[in-house]
């Protein structure tokens, strides 16, 4: 959502999703989720080819299947048809997540309610709805070796959704290593936020502003660095 | 006499599912993997005060989750409809979706049923130890989360884990694509999911498939649960 205080145009989810992107190596295992973080398949740079994993019990798969021609046994994480592809492997639930729990992907990019300054991510509870999904949270934030949350920076009312200390309940502590928003990227380490690139328009006053965490300024902050 | 665990209805399938019993539901949350037949069944077979145990307590109904347009979901949303769950066990209770409730939010909020949430690894896990007679192990997964409040850890390696007991119920109804007469069993796709595990982690197991064929039709090479789990199939071709 845009702020009055915004001093220029928060960028689309499709550009978060190109940012993040770049963050992939060729060769990398990527579980995506829901949301913006599935947009990122999208926007993966030239020349480097990924393993996507889905807890759904699939490694390797491909695009989502064309309208109409969707086969009930083959589905992602979020319920959606998927093509056939040369290489795909299917297991069970089990084996998926053993395969998270054991360190055996690389990245995983989550959406998340809140991001606390020494990055635990609280992702899977609303407390205004009362009951929430967990769903494979917890162990992808948990298991996999890189964590990027993927989110807009303020929520629908306007709240910061980086935060000094969560205050939705946690899915996993200290998981996060980079924060993607619609104006900001930070490197989150045990010691706190780093800004290091803001989107066109936007200084780091402005990006304190709207953020309810404190954080360091990179010397070298840039630009949001697409290409 | 040889190994015949062929039933040829579903109603003679789930007869014996007395009230107050403990249920995994295989799938993972669409149509795929699901024991549509079977739940059908035991709508109509009427068991009640049960607790069910499955990725989702149905979510399809709200979103489409996993199903072809147009075709209507049938889940365990219609076990709850019918007022015969008290407890759900899962990972994904609700829809995806805030403003669109599945069932079982509905009775969540009317107080008349109750929760217990379990990170979807840390379920699959539980059921596959249930399974293979492991009591108890440690994951990192929920240390330091509400999920894990109460629960026993200990420290391995500069990392919290948290204690996880093995997980069975009395049943399993489970979704598999093709069966012989002695049980082995023969899955499509991500249909796998949640029952496989669950296949090992009940005392009677009931496979719902699409066909049941001789036994020694099944290559061995290709079996993906093994018949020793398997207490009896039924299958979608004969009983229409």
Known sequence: MSMPQDPAPRLERDILAMRVAREFNDGDVVNLGIGIPTLCSDFVPPGVQLLYHSESGVLNCGPLAADGQGNVDLINAGGQFLEPVPGMSFFDSAEAFAMIRGGHIDVTVLGSLQVSATGDMANWFLPSRGVGNVGGAMDLAGGAKKVIAAMEHNDRTGASKIVQECSYPLTSQGCVSLIVTDIAVFNVDENGLELIEVAPGWAPENISAVTDAQFEVAHDIKEFELL | ?240
């Not at chain 2, 347009?69 to 769950?85: F, K, S």
């Open chain 2, 1 to 240: 006499m040889p190994i015949d665990k062929s039933v040829s209805t579903f109603e003679e399938a789930v007869s014996d599912i007395p009230d107050g019993a403990s249920i995994m539901i295989g799938g993972f949350g669409g149509a795929g993997g699901m024991p549509h037949r079977l739940m059908l069944a035991l709508v109509a077979q009427g068991a009640r005060e049960l607790t069910i145990i499955g990725n989702t307590a149905g979510i399809a109904a709200p979103t489409g989750f996993g199903w072809p347009e147009g075709e209507t979901p049938i889940d365990h949303a219609i076990l709850i409809e019918n007022g015969q769950v008290a407890k759900v066990i899962a990972s994904f209770p609700v829809s995806g979706s805030v403003s669109r409730q599945n069932a079982f939010e509905q009775a969540f909020n009317r107080g008349e049923i109750e929760l217990e949430v379990v990170p979807q690894g840390t379920l699959a896990e539980r059921i596959r130890a249930g399974g293979a007679g492991i009591p108890a192990f440690y994951t990192p997964t929920a240390a330091g989360t509400d999920l894990a409040k109460g629960q026993e850890s200990r420290v391995f390696d500069g990392r919290e884990s948290v204690l996880e007991l093995g997980m069975r119920a009395d049943f399993a109804l489970i979704r598999a694509h093709k069966a012989d007469r002695v049980g082995n069993l023969i899955y499509s796709g991500t249909s796998r999911s949640f029952n496989m595990p669950m296949a090992t982690a009940a005392d009677v197991t009931i496979a719902e498939v699409d066909e049941i064929v001789e036994t020694g039709d099944i290559d061995p090479e290709r079996v993906n649960t093994p018949g020793i789990y398997v207490n009896r199939v039924v299958a979608r071709a004969t009983d229409r």
